[in-house]
């Protein structure tokens, strides 16, 4: 079945310093969608990314879908302390939306 | 109302007991999404109903029994649930069904089964 995997599984960060977080799925993917949960928190949709080399910017945050629409990658220029969660990315070649593994940030003052 | 309304949050239930989880969303979405997140894990779907008819069953155990009564409404029936049922129970909600728009998830319901 579909996988999507995700590294790191875990990051550490000083605040200030950026972070990237890689998405892999083992088939080709229609689109890419980004979530966020905080801590004791539920997912929260950042973006979707439909087209193959897509870029899309969200202030620190830009997003990325590979060519082959088999990876994507968020990275988050100079962390700040709210940054902290889990990131997740989410994709779909049928009507199923399924999560990768996940990156768990934390950013330490 | 941009929200998915869970409840109750918090939920302990004996391995005998019935009980059920509530997922209410007034944005006229159409198609609607249980998950199951174990803790540190992603949440892994369960059942999806698009325009109030159940469209997928990831092969849930039989005693979890999913009713949508309306289309803003859903809800999750337990019953003779097992300790390793424990977990984040989410609603989420989407426009349309087929996975092509961002998931509106509620804040969940932590179900504890002792």
């Given at each position: 079945g579909q996988q999507v995997m995700q590294i790191p599984q875990y990051q550490h960060v000083q605040e200030g310093e950026d972070f990237t977080t890689y998405c892999n799925s083992s088939t080709t993917l229609s689109n890419i969608q980004w979530y966020k949960q905080r801590p004791g928190g539920h997912p929260v949709f950042l973006i979707q990314l439909v087209k193959s080399g897509e870029v899309k910017k969200q202030k620190r945050l830009t997003f990325q879908f590979g060519e082959a629409k088999k990876n994507s990658s968020l990275h988050i220029t100079?962390?700040?302390?709210?940054?902290v969660g889990t990131y997740f990315c989410a994709g779909t070649n049928t009507d199923k939306l399924i999560f990768g593994t996940g990156t768990r940030l934390q950013v330490f003052p | 109302d941009t929200e998915v309304t869970q409840t109750p949050k918090h939920l302990v239930m004996g391995m005998t007991n019935k009980k059920s989880l509530k997922c209410e969303q007034h944005m006229g979405h159409r198609a609607m999404y249980w998950y199951k997140q174990k803790a540190k894990k992603p949440p892994e779907l369960m059942f999806v109903y698009s325009y109030e008819k159940l469209s997928i069953n990831e092969s849930v155990p039989s005693r979890f029994s999913p009713e949508c009564p309306n289309s803003s409404l859903l809800n999750l029936h337990l019953h003779a649930l097992q300790p390793e049922d424990s977990a984040l129970y989410l609603c989420a909600s989407t426009s349309e069904g087929g996975a092509l728009y961002g998931y509106t998830f509620g804040s969940g319901t932590r179900l504890t089964v002792v």
């Open positions: 100079a962390t700040q302390t709210t940054d | -």
